[in-house]
């Protein structure tokens, strides 16, 4: 058992240890024969085996385990465990997987299943229906329950309502310690998790804070309003969960309250909901980048990944054709040296990737607000110096490469102008461009590339071919 616990993150039980291999191997990797072992007890419909298979499973293990299994056996899966079955496990697998085991699920299994999870992981759960089915599912839930999860999906998607618990602990500021922790402590009802007490009004207007630790050492007769922070860390629920995000990252925050126009306590943001937010904000950056969709999943259809990545790949093919023009101006040259034409793309692919690199940098610091009028002259100077220091240096080395391989000085010194030029370009491309499309109001993540892709090979073409025609016909 010492070696399933060394090589797994959630230890498997000591029944089922002896039944079938662990669930990850030594590289934290599913393991093929467990994932074969589940297939079969499905295949066989063999609730009891299954059960046993997955006992005690961590929500996170249980969402990879459905992935790794066929489309048709992850519903069956959910079936045979019934009641045993997690339904946060559909909060931790693509939505892509989600929605398709959720088409596969009666209506009935779906509203029990979300009854018992606490209510932003149902609102996730409940995103991904469509609208009658999500009617259906809201129908068959208490009232209570109803109305919170239909107010958090009427805010907007991407906003604090949606991400926050509606469960959340809040009492008047007259009430004694005493009184919050017997409150706590008879209580049947509490969030699983929470970190701080919330005070209210009589019409739930937020008042103030007490952190469980302060609350602790605090004497049993003393009230809640001596203890409270009166300016407790509060979000708008309308407000964009990346913001939100980033409030919690620059206080180092672990909750904070969310509140409506009015200031009425709706729910509560914790640090675990910033998290998922954070990575799902880093994700949509980097697809953004290279010209695929935030919402594309390795889950997808191929022909939703190609109708997704269709138009990133029209824009270059633009690009490219505005570039061809450019090589066409200089075709008496091309035909005079032909080491001009082998010696182009290098020239092309350094400003493309000094260009993207910049990019890279400014649509992040964008993106993290840590770039803004206050320093963006100062960067744009900074990346200038960067791109005039690098067309230097790799003129120095391209020239002398050019120079013994054509034996013509005059095509190195040709090469490292060109490139010099273009590498400056490309910096300040790689800056100007997101900053400008950002000063616009268009997302510089989405929109960046194909703009900076065409400077860059304009410039580069143009400057070399331009520089060569002028130098060898003086």
């Known amino acids: 058992m010492q070696d399933v616990e060394e090589r797994t993150p959630h230890p498997t039980p000591e029944g089922a240890a002896a039944e079938h291999p662990v669930f990850r191997d030594e590289e934290g990797e599913l393991n093929q024969d467990f994932i074969a072992a589940v297939a079969d ?3 066989a419909s063999d609730s009891e085996r299954l059960q046993k298979l997955v006992e005690d499973f961590h929500e996170s293990d249980l969402g990879d385990l459905l992935e790794a299994l066929e489309p048709d056996q992850r519903p069956r899966l959910i079936e045979l465990l019934g009641s045993a079955f997690d339904f946060t496990a559909l909060t931790e697998v693509d939505e892509t997987v989600r929605e398709e085991i959720l088409e596969e699920l009666e209506t009935e299994t779906v509203a029990e299943g979300v009854r018992d999870l606490e209510s932003d992981d149902a609102v996730t759960i409940l995103e991904s229906l469509d609208e009658e089915e999500k009617a259906e599912v809201l129908d068959k839930l208490p009232p209570m329950e109803r109305v919170a999860l239909q107010r958090s999906l009427d805010y907007p998607e ?15 500021p007259f009430w004694t310690v005493g009184q919050t922790i017997d409150f706590m402590r008879e209580g049947s009802d509490l969030p699983d998790t929470f970190y701080e007490i919330f005070v209210i009004d009589p019409s739930a207007h937020l008042l103030g804070a007490v952190s469980l ?45 969310v509140v409506d126009e009015a200031n009425r306590l709706v729910g509560v943001m914790m640090v675990d909901d910033i998290l998922d937010v954070l990575e799902e904000e880093a994700d949509a950056d980097i697809k953004a980048l290279g010209g695929v969709k935030s919402d594309e999943e390795l889950s997808d259809t191929i022909l939703y990944t190609q109708r997704s990545r269709f138009p990133w790949l029209f824009a270059n093919m633009c690009t490219a054709l505005v570039a061809a023009n450019v090589i066409n101006l200089f075709e008496e040259s091309l035909e005079r040296m032909v080491a001009l034409a082998i010696l182009m793309p290098i020239v092309a692919s350094m400003g493309g990737n000094a260009g993207t690199q910049t990019m890279t940098v400014a649509v992040r610091a964008l993106a993290t607000r840590e770039l803004g009028r206050a320093n963006a002259w100062r960067i744009i100077r900074r990346e200038a110096a960067v791109g005039l220091l690098n067309g230097l240096s790799f003129a120095v080395i391209m020239g002398c490469v050019a120079g013994l391989w054509f034996q013509s000085g005059e095509l190195g010194f040709v090469i490292g102008l060109a490139l010099i030029s273009v590498l400056m370009f490309a910096a300040l491309g ?19 590339g194909p703009f900076v892709t065409s400077i860059t090979d304009i410039v580069g073409f143009f400057s070399f071919l331009g520089i060569a025609t002028v130098w060898f016909h003086l």
């Open 41 to 43: 007890a499905i295949e």
């Open 213 to 257: 630790d302060r609350l602790l050492r605090s004497q049993r007769p003393i009230t809640i309003q001596e203890i409270m922070n009166d300016e407790p860390d509060q979000v708008r629920a309308t407000e964009d969960q990346g913001e939100v995000a980033r409030l919690f990252e620059r206080y180092n925050l672990v909750s904070a309250a």
């Open 158 to 172: 991407d906003s604090a309502g949606r991400r926050m618990q509606t469960e959340f602990i809040a009492v008047p």
């Open 430 to 448: 790689g800056i100007f461009v997101p900053l400008a499309l950002n000063r616009l109001g268009v997302d510089p993540a989405v929109s960046s």
